[in-house]
Antibody
Framework: EVQMVESGGGLVQRGGSLRLSCTAS????????MSWVRQAPGKGLEWLAN????????YYVDSVKGRFTISRDNAKNSLYLQMNSLRVEDTAVYYC?????????????WGQGTLVTVSS | EIVMTQSPATLSVSPGEGATLSCRAG??????LAWYQQKPGQAPRLLIY???ARATAIPGRFSGSGSGTEFTLTISSLQSEDFAVYYC?????????FGQGTKLEIK
């Protein structure tokens, strides 16, 4: 069974940092691009960043570029999101999502999400 | 980035009836279009990918169609568990972008 479990969310002050983790199981992690997606309270979905199977390519949406860093450790089946210079508008549930393998579509599997709250 | 526009924002339908949700892309995305269902407190669930392919374990009452810039999600004979928010998403260009969602509510 495919599973992804996020951790690391919590309350942080504006300008602070937080590192999210996502541990995956039930599939060959290194065969898939992986992504982070967020959802602000009561709002829609925003696909933030993705990372290639071997970590050699990373892409970010403009709203987080230069502040967030996506990374992975294939030996640990883990995905990370380092979030710096946090803003109040970064408050959201953060999901890790399995992206494409090249044949599978992105978004077939998601974690349960971890809540990040940035206070002013 | 490609702007995705969904309509209507809210759709009120009685159980047993059908529903048609629309999604328009600001530029062609080919068939690189997905539909998700989201219920309160849950992660999104992939329903349709490649515009018309049903994801694993998705019931046959869900179907998708379209290509280029115009897409449709059709749900036939609505069940109680189908009332939720539905999002379309393009993955043809980075950044992947979502529509703002259609809330399907019980009439």
């Amino acid at each position: 069974e495919v599973q992804m479990v996020e951790s690391g969310g919590g309350l942080v002050q504006r300008g602070g940092s937080l590192r999210l983790s996502c541990t995956a199981s039930g599939f060959t992690f290194s065969n898939y691009w992986m992504s982070w997606v967020r959802q602000a309270p009561g709002k829609g979905l925003e696909w933030l960043a993705n990372i290639k199977k071997d970590g050699s390519e990373k892409y970010y949406v403009d709203s987080v570029k230069g502040r967030f860093t996506i990374s992975r450790d294939n030996a640990k089946n883990s995905l990370y999101l380092q979030m710096n210079s946090l803003r109040v508008e970064d408050t959201a549930v953060y999901y890790c999502a399995r992206d494409t393998s090249g044949t599978d579509p992105p978004g077939a599997y998601w974690g349960q999400g971890t809540l990040v709250t940035v206070s002013s | 980035e490609i702007v995705m526009t969904q309509s209507p924002a809210t759709l009120s339908v009685s159980p047993g009836e059908g529903a048609t949700l629309s999604c328009r892309a600001g530029q062609s995305v080919g068939t690189n279009l997905a539909w998700y269902q989201q219920k309160p407190g849950q992660a999104p669930r992939l329903l349709i990918y490649h515009a018309s392919a049903r994801a694993t374990a998705i019931p046959g009452r869900f179907s998708g169609s379209g290509s280029g810039t115009e897409f449709t999600l059709t749900i036939s004979s609505l069940q109680s568990e189908d009332f939720a928010v539905y999002y379309c998403q393009q993955y043809n260009n980075w950044p992947y972008t979502f529509g703002q969602g259609t809330k399907l509510e019980i009439k």
